[in-house]
């Protein structure tokens, strides 16, 4: 097996709370706790997990767009933390970020060329070449350049803006793409358009991908292998075809089983989960997912769950199934 293009290990971040005349810091909201995954050269990693379980948190991090707290990143071979100004710029140009909001991640005073263009002008490309290279990506991405090149953002359509961020993030040719819910904000023909797309540009030019989605339908379209967050942390990994035809956690379960479906011999009764996702500012000792639990034991409460392997693609952060395989590597 090759070397894994990115690897994670151990990451946290948590977020200090101020409040008073000093701005004392009182309590800590923990976005990510403890999270670790590889990702393989062109594979496409999906994350899901439901809103403020760190999704968001865990790509800029990724990216060293914020600094973490505890825990590395490495990224082909090398330690971000422990790379330099010049350094990090320079492998900021084989990782990028396309942003969830389309509107706010683009400069409403810049024109589309020259958004897309901006990455190259940065990295010293000449601006002639630079605006060569913007045209010919948004071509590439669905956007005649003489119609849309002089246009502000404001005067393009959701769906149209993310296909200016998808030019943006590729036109320095990255390895890597994090992909932070792309598509949450667009219509279902749109999202579909720009699915397709991603997946044609990822087959081009040999991308490896991290995708996050609330969506389980999209990201069982777009990834190969799927990792579950629940309130900073794994509770699931696995292919998405394991996931998919046997789900082991009940945080993956209720999922799935909330997932829409046109199948009406699949229509639920009840809710497949009750009650409100705990407080990330002081969330339960364990398994932060056992307030919710229909199968919670007293064990859980002690310490939080190790990741069990129950096959080669498949491991689950759960007592449930303490004892039935070994603890997966970290």
Request: hydrophobic share 40%; aromatic share 6%.
């Amino acid at each position: 097996m090759s070397a894994p293009l990115l690897s994670v290990r151990g990451l946290r971040k948590h977020f200090p709370i101020r409040s008073g005349l000093l701005l004392r810091t009182h309590a800590w909201v923990r976005a990510v706790d403890d999270v670790s995954f590889s990702v393989a050269p062109e594979e496409t990693l999906g994350v899901v997990g439901e809103s403020g379980c760190g999704k968001s948190t865990l790509a800029r991090l990724i990216l060293r767009l914020l600094e973490p707290d505890a825990g590395a990143v490495t990224f082909l071979g090398e330690d971000l933390r422990s790379a330099g100004r010049a350094r990090l710029k320079r492998l900021r140009r084989d990782m990028q970020l396309v942003f969830q909001d389309p509107h706010a991640s683009l400069n409403p005073r810049m024109t589309i060329e020259d958004a897309v263009a901006f990455g190259l002008t940065v990295h010293g490309t000449a601006r002639r070449e630079a605006r060569a290279r913007a045209w010919r990506l948004l071509e590439r991405v669905g956007l005649d350049p003489r119609l849309y090149g002089r246009r502000y953002p404001h005067e393009l359509s959701g769906g149209q803006r993310q296909r200016v961020n998808i030019a943006r993030a590729l036109v320095l040719d990255p390895k890597l793409l994090v992909l932070d819910e792309p598509v949450s904000g667009l219509d279902k023909s749109v999202q579909a358009q720009v699915l397709n797309l991603l997946q044609e540009l990822k087959a081009e030019r040999a991308l490896t991908c991290v995708f996050i989605s609330h969506d389980l339908n999209v990201i069982e379209y777009v990834s190969g292998r799927v990792l579950v967050m629940y309130l900073g942390q794994v509770v699931e990994t696995g292919s998405v075809d394991a996931l998919a035809e046997s789900p082991k956690h009940p945080y993956t379960q209720a999922l799935f089983a909330s997932a829409p479906t046109m199948d009406p011999s699949r229509r639920l009764e009840r809710p497949p989960i009750t009650g409100d996702p705990p407080n990330p500012v002081n969330p339960p000792s364990g398994c932060r997912f056992r307030t919710r639990c229909a199968y919670a034991m007293p064990r859980c409460a002690e310490a939080v769950p190790p990741p069990i392997l129950l096959a080669s693609d498949h491991a689950v952060a759960c007592y449930l199934y303490d004892g039935e395989a070994a603890l997966a590597p970290v």
